[in-house]
């Protein structure tokens, strides 16, 4: 069975710019969740999307943005790109929503603003 | 605020040795807490989970031990091996509900041969 995939694997886009990044879940899974790893630091919360809805966001600026599609793939969208938003971008499906729930994570997808 | 934290950035361990990772939380309400294990250029991959109602849980060459008196978790790794390289993390649920983390800063595990 495949596991969660994030396309593109990289991206290079230009400050101002906008960003469209991809994430499949686990066939079954509902709940997506996106999250912004900076080098060298932690994971932080970015969206929470279950069933097509979005449940929750990090403490993220508004030009980021996304939804959930039917069959529960979820897009990332980040409008105005700026430097420091370049990032490791995370994507992870869990089959519930509900606290405990295993989340799988995805291979993520590189994101550097020049 | 509320904070998942790590005592030490960067562990170095001989191979064979057992290795200890140690995470401080903040949020005395958490009742769930994860470890996760990253390698370089790869997603976090699930190590262990713990519920609070519980001191210690035991996985394969892996312990974790939850210390609710003093807000600790750490993570024991029995005889270290070359592939237990990664960025180790704590994880707890997120305020808010849900099943989304909120990640400490990690640690790097270095194993020498």
């Known amino acids: 069975e495949a596991g969660v995939t994030q396309s593109p694997t990289h991206l290079i886009k230009t400050r101002g710019q906008q960003a469209t990044l991809r994430c499949s879940p686990i066939s079954g899974h509902t709940s997506v969740y996106w999250y912004q790893q900076a080098l060298g630091l932690g994971l932080q919360f970015l969206l929470w999307?279950?069933?097509?809805?979005?449940?929750n966001r990090g403490n993220f600026p508004p030009r980021f943005s996304g939804r959930q599609f039917p069959n529960y793939s979820s897009e990332l969208n980040v409008n105005a790109l700026e430097l420091e938003d370049s990032a490791l971008y995370l994507c992870a499906s869990s089959l519930g929503d509900r606290a405990g729930t295993e989340a799988f994570f995805g291979q993520g997808t590189r994101l550097t603003v020049v | 605020g509320e904070s998942v934290g790590l005592h030490l950035p960067t562990l170095s361990v001989q191979e064979g040795d057992n290795s200890i990772i140690n995470c401080a939380y903040s949020?005395?309400?958490?009742?769930?807490f994860i470890w996760y294990k990253q390698e370089s250029g790869k997603g976090p991959q699930f190590i262990i989970d713990i519920r609070s109602n519980m001191d210690k849980r035991q996985g394969q060459r892996v312990t974790v031990l939850l210390n609710k008196t003093v807000k600790h978790l750490s993570l024991q790794i029995a005889a270290t091996q070359p592939g237990d390289s990664a960025v180790y993390f704590c994880?707890?649920?997120?305020?808010?509900?849900?099943?989304?983390?909120?990640f400490g800063t990690g640690t790097q595990l270095k194993v020498e041969l």
């Open positions: 994880a707890e649920p997120f305020t808010g509900g849900g099943n989304k983390l909120t």
């Open positions: 949020n005395s309400a958490s009742d769930y």
């Open positions: 999307y279950d069933e097509g809805e979005e449940r």
